[in-house]
């Protein structure tokens, strides 16, 4: 296969900053970061689900004597 001079440095270039693009993700930089998204998005997705399935049962199960006694009463709203 043989490809023409403009062809040739388009695929050089191509390679190039595919080069530069794998050289940032494997990066310690790029580590931290994605960590640090992965962490932040843990805890707030964690959060969230979690006072759903709180409110989810004192709804259901607020006016049982046991278990009601010990769901947080902000959840009565």
Do not use: C, H
């Not at 080069?19 to 930089?29: A, D, I």
């Amino acid at each position: 296969m043989k490809f023409n001079e403009t062809q040739e440095e388009k695929i050089v270039e191509n390679l190039e900053e595919l080069n530069e693009n794998v050289v940032k993700q494997n990066s310690y930089k790029g580590y931290l970061v994605k960590g640090m998204f992965y962490g932040i998005g843990f805890v707030v997705g964690t959060t969230i689900l979690g006072a759903l399935v709180l409110s989810i049962l004192y709804k259901l199960f607020g006016n049982v004597p046991l278990i009601g006694e010990y769901l947080p009463d902000s959840f009565s709203n």
